[in-house]
C-alpha cells in the first residue's frame, strides 16, 4: 500500500492534469450526457470543471489531486482537451456510421442486381437497411421545448 500512496503523491506532484482528464473519461455517462463535466467541456469552462471534480473526487489515491491544478488556465486547458477528445470521438462515429452505411447500401445492390429486379422494391429496401442515427443532444436546448 505505501508503493501506491508513493504512485499517487508523484502522480500528484508531476502529472495532475493528465490525471484528472484521464479520470474524466473513465466517468460513467460522460460521452452522452448532459451533465455538468459535458457541459463544461462544451463551454471550455476550467471553473466548471473544477467545480465537478472537486465535488466528485473519491477515494484515498484520488484526494488531493484536484488541489495540485492550481491556475485557472491550467483547468481551462483541461477543459479544451475534453472538449477536443470528445469532438474527435464523435467525429469518428459518424466516419464509422457512413463507412457502414456504404457498405450496407453496396449490399442491397449487389443482391438487387442479382435478381434483375430493380422497381420500387429496390428503393424502400434500402431505407429500410439504412439506419441513421439521431444527432446528439443540442447541449443549449431548452429541455422541455428541445429549442436553441
Given amino acids: 500500500m505505501d508503493e ?3 504512485l499517487a503523491n508523484w502522480v500528484k506532484e508531476q502529472h495532475a492534469q493528465e490525471y484528472i482528464l484521464t479520470w474524466l473519461l473513465n466517468q460513467p455517462g460522460l460521452w452522452w450526457s448532459d451533465g455538468e463535466a459535458y457541459q463544461a467541456a462544451l463551454q471550455r469552462s476550467g471553473k466548471l470543471l473544477k467545480e465537478y471534480v472537486k465535488k466528485n473526487q ?5 484526494q488531493g489531486i484536484a488541489e495540485k491544478i492550481v491556475a485557472d488556465e491550467s483547468w481551462d486547458e483541461v477543459a479544451e482537451s475534453l472538449a477536443r477528445i470528445m469532438f474527435v470521438y464523435q467525429e469518428e462515429l459518424v466516419r464509422l456510421q457512413d463507412y457502414s452505411r456504404q457498405r450496407n447500401s453496396q449490399n442491397i445492390v449487389k443482391k438487387n442486381l442479382k435478381s434483375d429486379d430493380l422497381s420500387v422494391e429496390y428503393s424502400e429496401e434500402i431505407s429500410e437497411d439504412i439506419e441513421v442515427q439521431q444527432a446528439l443532444p443540442d447541449p443549449f436546448a431548452d429541455a422541455l421545448i428541445g429549442e436553441g
Avoid at 473519491?58 to 484520488?62: C, P, R
Wanted: aromatic share 24%.
Fill in 4 to 6: 501506491l500512496k508513493y
Fill in 58 to 62: 473519491t477515494g484515498d489515491l484520488f
